[in-house]
């Protein structure tokens, strides 16, 4: 049974910082690749950053140099560092786990946590 539970999303004023944590369960961890979503009120979900276990990372060009991406194998958790951030990051954001299908062995996995709600606002 694959479970993402996030946490850390709060009410923060521009220029704030927050971190997201991400705790995985029931799935081979080191098999994922991880990463970390949002959706606005009235837009569709996008990918903000995604991360490999091997630390292979991608952001979206609007959180660059603000936000970090990172991830403990260990622990099986996933983290997004947010900086400075601006009321365009007001967002629901979402934890991701993803593992392509492979023939007559497994279909594709794609996991998703409930998420946390981030308000950027003065």
């Known amino acids: 049974q694959v479970q993402l539970v996030e946490s850390g999303g709060d009410l923060v004023q521009p220029g704030g910082s927050l971190r997201l944590s991400c705790a995985a369960s029931g799935i081979s961890f080191m098999f994922y690749v991880m990463g970390w979503y949002r959706q606005a009120p009235g837009k569709q979900r996008e990918l903000v950053a995604a991360i490999t276990s091997g630390g292979t990372i991608n952001y979206a060009d609007s959180v660059k140099g603000r936000f970090t991406i990172s991830r403990d194998n260990a622990q099986k958790m996933v983290y997004l560092q947010m900086n400075s951030l601006e009321p365009g990051d007001t967002a629901v954001y979402y934890c991701?786990?993803?593992?392509?299908?492979?023939?007559?062995?497994?279909?594709?996995?794609?996991?998703w946590g409930r998420g946390t709600q981030v308000t950027v606002s003065s």
């Open positions: 991701n786990a993803k593992r392509p299908r492979r023939p007559g062995v497994s279909p594709e996995q794609n996991s």
